[in-house]
C-alpha cells in the first residue's frame, strides 16, 4: 500500500514501506507540521497576473505555512493568488503590495476569495471550505504601521495596553489633520457605553474647564469653567419658543419650555410650573384670541412688585409678556410689557 497525504501534504506511511526511511521522513512531517502551527514565508505576487499555490505532497510549500506575506508592487493590473478547490485550511495572510492602483485576491481557483481594495494592505484571517476563501473579519483592516488609518500615531503612553497602568491613548492627526467620527453617511456617537459620565476637557484636566454629560435618566449637561473663564457664545444661544396648550389652570413644564407663549381662549390662573430650577428664568407670552376680555390670575407662586399682578390686555390679538426668576421657592417678576401688538 502507498503513502497517502494530508490537505496540506503531510505525508502518511502505509505499514510495511519505506524501510529504513521512517526516521527521516517523520523529521521532514515534524517539521512541516511547526510550519502548519505557525510558520512564516513570503509570497511574490504577479504582477497583473495570478500566483497558483500548490500543495508539495512530503514537502513544505507556501500552503502549508500558516502566516503568509504577499510582497511586490502591482503596477500593471491587479493581481490574484489562488490556492486548490479540494483543499480545507486556514491561514493569516498579509497584503504588503505596495502599490496604490491594483487590488489582491486571495481566493480559490474555481470559487469566490477575499480582495484587499487598492492601496489597502493589512492582516486577514481567511479559511477555505473546499470551495471557497471565506475572511472571518478577526484580523481584517489590522495593520503593522502607524499612518494608514489615522493619518497620525496610535499609541498608550509609551506603554503597551496590556501592561500599562491608567495609560492614555493618544490620538495624533498628522499636521494639521483632524480626528473623524463615523462614515461621514450617518450619525457618529462618542459615548462612555457605561453607567459613567462623559467629560471633555483640555490639558488632561490641569487648569482646564470641562463638559459633562451625566450618565443616567434626566442627567445633566454641564459646563464648568476654569477660574474666570466663560462660556462664550459667538453666535446666538437661545430657547426655543414653545406653543402651550391652552388649560383653565394651566400647566407650564418649564424645563421642557422655558421660553413659552398661549394664546387665551377664556379666563386663567396659572399653575405651580413643573420642574424648576433655583436660579432659571422663565418668560411667557399670553396673546388674547381675537375675542379677546380674558383675564389672568396667578397661583400664590408667582410674586410681583408690590404684591401686585399687573392687569392683563384684554384687547383681542394683544400680548402681556411676563418674565420672571425662581429663588428656590417663588417665580420673582422681573419684567411685565403689556398690550403688545404680536401679529
Known amino acids: 500500500m502507498a503513502s497517502t497525504y494530508t490537505n496540506l501534504g503531510i505525508q502518511k506511511m502505509a505499514t510495511g514501506e519505506k524501510a529504513g526511511t521512517w526516521g527521516t521522513l517523520t523529521n521532514t512531517n515534524w517539521d512541516m507540521i511547526e510550519n502548519i502551527a505557525g510558520g512564516y514565508t513570503t509570497q511574490a505576487l504577479s504582477d497583473g497576473g495570478t500566483v497558483t499555490l500548490t500543495k508539495n505532497?512530503?514537502?513544505?510549500?507556501?500552503?502549508?505555512?500558516?502566516?503568509?506575506?504577499?510582497?511586490?508592487?502591482?503596477?500593471?493590473?491587479?493581481?490574484?493568488?489562488?490556492?486548490?478547490?479540494?483543499?480545507?485550511?486556514?491561514?493569516?495572510?498579509?497584503?504588503?503590495?505596495?502599490?496604490?492602483?491594483?487590488?489582491?485576491?486571495?481566493?480559490?481557483?474555481?470559487?469566490?476569495?477575499?480582495?484587499?481594495?487598492?492601496?489597502?494592505?493589512?492582516?486577514?484571517?481567511?479559511?477555505?471550505?473546499?470551495?471557497?476563501?471565506?475572511?472571518?473579519?478577526f484580523l481584517s483592516n489590522v495593520v503593522d504601521d502607524t499612518s494608514p488609518q489615522l493619518g497620525g500615531n496610535l499609541d498608550v503612553n509609551s506603554n503597551s495596553i496590556v501592561s500599562a497602568s491608567n495609560g492614555n491613548i493618544p490620538l495624533a492627526p498628522n499636521g494639521t489633520g483632524e480626528i473623524v467620527l463615523g462614515s461621514g453617511s450617518a450619525d457618529a456617537d462618542l459615548t462612555t457605553s457605561?453607567?459613567?459620565?462623559?467629560?471633555?476637557?483640555?490639558?488632561?484636566?490641569?487648569?482646564?474647564?470641562?463638559?459633562?454629560?451625566?450618565?443616567?435618566?434626566?442627567?445633566?449637561?454641564?459646563?464648568?469653567?476654569?477660574?474666570?473663564?466663560?462660556?462664550?457664545?459667538?453666535?446666538?444661544?437661545y430657547f426655543p419658543e414653545a406653543t402651550l396648550t391652552f388649560d383653565a389652570t394651566q400647566d407650564w413644564d418649564v424645563q421642557a419650555s422655558p421660553v413659552a407663549?398661549?394664546?387665551?381662549?377664556?379666563?386663567?390662573?396659572?399653575?405651580?410650573?413643573?420642574?424648576?430650577?433655583?436660579?432659571?428664568?422663565?418668560?411667557?407670552?399670553?396673546?388674547?384670541?381675537?375675542?379677546?376680555?380674558?383675564?389672568?390670575?396667578?397661583?400664590?407662586?408667582?410674586?410681583?412688585?408690590?404684591?401686585?399682578?399687573?392687569?392683563a390686555t384684554t384687547t383681542g390679538d394683544k400680548g402681556d409678556l411676563f418674565c420672571f426668576r425662581y429663588n428656590g421657592t417663588k417665580w420673582l417678576g422681573v419684567g411685565t410689557s403689556l398690550n403688545l401688538a404680536v401679529a
Do not use: H, M
Open 57 to 137: 505532497n512530503g514537502s513544505s510549500s507556501v500552503l502549508s505555512t500558516r502566516i503568509i506575506k504577499l510582497t511586490g508592487t502591482l503596477s500593471s493590473g491587479n493581481a490574484i493568488v489562488t490556492v486548490p478547490d479540494s483543499i480545507e485550511a486556514w491561514w493569516i495572510v498579509y497584503n504588503a503590495e505596495g502599490g496604490s492602483t491594483y487590488t489582491v485576491t486571495f481566493k480559490t481557483v474555481s470559487g469566490t476569495g477575499v480582495a484587499w481594495a487598492a492601496g489597502e494592505t493589512g492582516y486577514k484571517l481567511l479559511y477555505t471550505d473546499g470551495t471557497n476563501v471565506i475572511d472571518t473579519g
Open 194 to 237: 457605561g453607567a459613567y459620565d462623559l467629560i471633555i476637557d483640555t490639558n488632561t484636566g490641569t487648569n482646564a474647564g470641562n463638559i459633562t454629560l451625566s450618565n443616567g435618566a434626566n442627567g445633566d449637561i454641564t459646563f464648568t469653567n476654569n477660574g474666570t473663564g466663560k462660556v462664550k457664545f459667538n453666535d446666538a444661544a
Open 261 to 311: 407663549k398661549v394664546v387665551l381662549t377664556a379666563n386663567v390662573i396659572f399653575d405651580v410650573p413643573d420642574n424648576p430650577t433655583t436660579g432659571q428664568f422663565i418668560s411667557i407670552l399670553c396673546i388674547q384670541d381675537a375675542g379677546g376680555s380674558n383675564t389672568i390670575g396667578w397661583n400664590a407662586v408667582f410674586q410681583f412688585a408690590s404684591a401686585t399682578a399687573p392687569t
